[in-house]
């Protein structure tokens, strides 16, 4: 089994910056890509930034590209998301996901992730 835990969360100006980070423990799947969605109340969850835990290939959502930057620590088993230049439509719970099955491509649906963290919940006040 795997275990995802977030933290990094809090409440934060527009304009400003936060990062989020996400360990991993249990088995280690370090050929498999791991990514970050978010859900805003009332809206489906949806991607934000993903990326293969080997090579270091990433993919943003159209929303994100240019303010956040997915990264990781292989030594840790930890993946941050490092958002810059936050907006209030950036107020979601974010939850980290990790697919368990290599892929070749970086997949972007909810549905391709098998285990998820608890979420953390990011406020941008305006």
Known sequence: QVQLVESGGGLVQAGGSLRLSCAASGRTFTMNPMG????????????????QWSGGST???????GRFTISRDNAKNTVYLQMN?????????????LRSRYSYYIPTGANEYDWWGQGTQVTVSS
């Open 59 to 65: 993919y943003y959502a159209d929303s994100v590209k």
């Open 36 to 51: 970050w969605f978010r859900q805003a109340p009332g809206k489906e969850r949806e991607f934000v930034a993903a990326m």
């Open 85 to 97: 230049s936050l907006k209030p439509e950036d107020t979601a719970v974010y939850y980290c996901a």
